[in-house]
């Protein structure tokens, strides 16, 4: 560690990253900081927002591995039998699990319709009805909120668990993340203080218990930077296989692209972009998990909610790495 690299870094997030509310740094598989910022501390757990996706696609893989999920090419309406396709409707019959993963459904709507969603009483079901349209399937379409849920509900239906109860048992239990329980909120105000909260432990879910797939996962930094680990060691954590390698692997390597910011994106997973491997899990207000497979590196930053924040992702490699990693050049 080179200790005026790090007195630079912490200047740094105080002034450009000031709304962090913590970050750990893992060094091969040695934690080498770990620090809190806006008096949170490590008993603290934040709204981790679009990370969450990432979450859900390592619980895709063990679904698949445990033998709930054959293939990412099954039909998505394979999952939902009772589902009506309305007439006309042809391109819902031919998206799949795979193109969920790598952004490239079609939906049918031009502007989210947040306040619909929200108010909805099984986001699944919502969700659902927007999927397909005349959108071209394969095309790269980022959907930050309204999309992944119909993930939790591919998940819920194969397992015939909550997507809460399958990780807990299957991920975070085995891993020593705590997420209390599952949130249904009863208000506007109620979500609201939930996105602020540094002290609300839990998984958002709809009335009808569907938990969201998108966004609603509180963790702690230390949590996030589990989840990073497991992944830079191949699915295995403390010598048992939690998720398999090759789903890691999979799930991690380029799928899609977002051609308009020219980000290689994988199974809910940012790919790195440059000479050197890796991938992130990434969610609004900068919270991130970042994994560096070369430098055998993983840096989680939890971070309290605020609009246009500075990239993340910069910051780490032009400060974090370089004050960590004594091989850096």
């Known amino acids: 560690m080179n200790q005026e690299k790090i007195t630079e870094l912490e200047k740094v997030i105080n002034k450009d990253h000031s709304n962090i509310g913590g970050m750990v740094v893992l060094k091969n598989g040695e934690t080498l900081y770990e620090k809190y910022f806006n008096g949170c501390t490590a008993d603290c757990r934040i709204h981790v927002y679009?990370?969450?996706?990432?979450?859900?696609?390592?619980?895709?893989?063990?679904?698949?591995?445990?033998?709930?999920?054959?293939?990412?090419?099954?039909?998505?309406?394979?999952?939902?039998?009772?589902?009506?396709?309305?007439k006309g409707e042809k391109t819902i019959q031919n998206i799949t699990l795979e193109h969920l993963l790598t952004m490239t459904a079609p939906y049918k709507y031009k502007f989210a319709p947040y306040i619909k969603y929200f108010t909805s009483d099984n986001f699944v079901k919502f969700t659902l009805n927007l999927l397909g349209g005349r959108g071209q399937i394969g095309d790269f379409c980022y959907t930050p909120l309204i999309g992944p849920d119909i993930l939790s509900g591919i998940l819920s239906n194969s397992t015939g668990r909550s997507v809460f109860d399958f990780a807990s048992e299957n991920l975070f239990s085995p891993l020593g993340i705590a997420v209390a329980r599952s949130l249904t909120f009863q208000s506007k105000e109620e979500q609201m203080a939930f996105n602020t909260s540094t002290n609300i432990s839990g998984w958002a879910s709809d009335p009808a218990g569907n938990n969201t797939g998108g966004w609603g996962l509180s963790l702690s930094p230390v949590d996030m930077a589990k989840i990073g680990q497991l992944y830079l060691n191949g699915g295995v954590w403390n010598g048992k296989q939690i998720v398999s390698k090759s789903w890691t692997e999979e799930s991690t390597k380029e799928h899609s692209r977002w051609e308009k910011c020219s980000l290689p994106y994988g199974y809910l997973w940012w790919i790195s972009g440059d000479t050197e491997q890796g991938f992130s899990a990434m969610g609004d207000g900068g919270n991130v998990i970042y994994v560096n497979t070369h430098r055998e590196m993983v840096v989680s930053i939890a971070s309290l909610f605020t609009k246009n924040v500075k990239d993340r992702i910069a910051f780490i490699k032009?400060?974090?790495?370089?004050?960590?990693?004594?091989?850096?050049?």
């Open 50 to 86: 679009s990370v969450t996706k990432s979450i859900l696609s390592v619980l895709v893989g063990i679904a698949m591995d445990q033998g709930y999920i054959k293939s990412v090419s099954q039909k998505v309406l394979d999952f939902f039998p009772d589902y009506t396709v309305k």
């Open 318 to 329: 032009d400060y974090v790495e370089p004050a960590f990693d004594k091989n850096f050049s």
